[in-house]
């Protein structure tokens, strides 16, 4: 099945709209009124959604990947990124949705660096 996004609120908005025009299944945080929201609850929402979340949050998410994992709970999968301009994120996510399958990414912590050329 194929990778479902949800992208957290430090992402550009226009990011999921990108997304959408190549035919990949997005939403953004701002979207579902979920801004200010705790980290976890953000991963939660992700999660009950069957979505794959994306965040430029990258050490509060890879602390939150690591608590899940030793507390044996389960996730859709992380991407986490450094700022990117929305043309370089949507290369990377491209590439990682059209290689890895929704079930590859479960519990699993990637970064968008190792997408990008």
Same mark, same amino acid.
């Given at each position: 099945?194929?990778?479902?996004?949800?992208?957290?609120?430090?992402?550009?908005?226009?990011? !999921?709209?990108?997304?959408?025009?190549? #035919?990949?299944? !997005?939403?953004?945080?701002?979207? *579902? #009124?979920?801004? #200010?929201? %705790?980290?976890?609850?953000?991963?939660? *929402? =992700?999660?009950?959604? @069957? &979505?794959?979340? *994306? +965040?430029?949050?990258?050490?509060?998410?890879?602390?939150?990947? @690591? +608590? *899940?994992? +030793?507390? @044996?709970?389960?996730?859709? #999968?992380?991407?986490?990124?450094?700022?990117? %301009?929305?043309?370089? !994120?949507?290369? @990377?996510?491209?590439?990682?949705?059209? +290689?890895?399958?929704?079930?590859?990414? =479960?519990? &699993?912590?990637?970064?968008?660096?190792?997408?990008?050329?």
């Amino acid at each position: 099945m194929k990778i479902k996004l949800m992208l957290d609120e430090d992402v550009q908005i226009e990011l !999921a709209s990108a997304l959408k025009a190549e #035919g990949i299944d !997005a939403i953004s945080a701002q979207e *579902f #009124g979920r801004k #200010g929201l %705790p980290d976890e609850e953000q991963l939660n *929402f =992700a999660n009950n959604n @069957g &979505r794959v979340i *994306f +965040t430029y949050n990258v050490g509060d998410f890879v602390k939150l990947h @690591g +608590t *899940f994992i +030793t507390q @044996g709970r389960d996730h859709q #999968g992380i991407v986490v990124s450094k700022q990117l %301009p929305i043309s370089q !994120a949507l290369k @990377g996510l491209l590439r990682l949705v059209n +290689t890895l399958s929704a079930d590859e990414m =479960a519990n &699993r912590l990637e970064f968008l660096s190792n997408w990008l050329e």
